[in-house]
């Protein structure tokens, strides 16, 4: 069935710094994929769509230059938190948009979990 | 997508069959039905989903009322392992956004 790898899954930064989470459908190519944030106790909320060779679209209120996304190919997604800060500390989630097979719909990845300390 | 509606919470003995409703009064013609599950901090686990017709596979069924409006899932033997939060989404699909609601908590207790 479809999979969509997600790494890391954990991963602790100083704040200023950036973090990359990458995304990869591993037995599929995706020309779809979407990023969605999760804080604790709560529904996950979509940040952007990503388009293989083009740019995003980004949700209202979700800045572009401080969450970068590249998919440069049919099988990577990146998301890279810049400047990160104690409030970017959340559940990041991936998800690609599978259209054969008997798994038809949107496979999501396990998550990165991101503490900005 | 059209907004969804599902309580917050319910709990099913082990064993048991889990019914769990989703309101969908607006949704569109083009608008299937999804299911999607998160056990705590994981992704989304795709269940289920329709448009029309009532659908099964090995993992749950689904019915959707002749109007649309609304839908049940049912977990036919609910095991511990199926606590988790359960979202009922509707969307054209098709490279569209899937838009969260707030779900329901399943908690399945022995």
């Known amino acids: 069935g479809a999979v969509v790898s997600q790494h890391p899954s954990r991963v602790i930064c100083k704040s200023g710094t950036s973090v990359k989470i990458e995304c990869r459908s591993l037995?599929?190519?995706?020309?779809?994929m979407f990023w969605y944030r999760q804080f604790p106790k709560q529904s996950l909320m979509l940040m952007a769509t990503?388009?293989?060779?083009?740019?995003?679209?980004?949700e209202q209120g979700v800045e572009k230059d401080k969450f970068l996304i590249n998919h440069a190919s049919l099988t990577l997604s990146t998301l890279t938190v810049t400047s990160a800060h104690p409030e970017d500390s959340s559940f990041y989630i991936c998800?690609?948009?599978?259209?054969?097979?008997?798994?038809?719909?949107?496979?999501f990845g396990s998550g990165t979990r991101l503490t900005v300390v | 997508d059209a907004k969804t509606t599902q309580p917050p919470s319910m709990d099913c003995a082990e064993g048991r069959a889990a019914n769990l409703p989703c309101n969908h009064s607006?949704?569109?013609?083009?608008?299937?039905v999804y299911w999607y599950r998160q056990i705590h901090s994981q992704g989304p686990q795709y269940i289920i989903h329709?448009?029309?017709n009532n659908e099964t596979n090995e993992m749950a069924s689904l019915i959707i009322t002749e109007d649309r409006k609304s839908s049940t899932l049912i977990l036919p033997h609910a095991t511990l392992r199926d606590t988790a939060v359960y979202y009922c989404?509707?969307?054209?699909?098709?490279?569209?956004?899937?838009?969260f609601g707030t779900g329901t908590q399943l908690k399945v207790e022995l």
């Open positions: 037995d599929f190519q995706a020309t779809t």
């Open positions: 607006t949704i569109s013609g083009n608008e299937y």
């Open positions: 329709g448009l029309k």
């Open positions: 989404i509707a969307s054209t699909g098709g490279g569209n956004k899937l838009t």
């Open positions: 990503s388009n293989e060779g083009s740019k995003a679209t980004y």
């Open positions: 998800s690609a948009l599978t259209t054969s097979g008997t798994n038809y719909g949107y496979t």
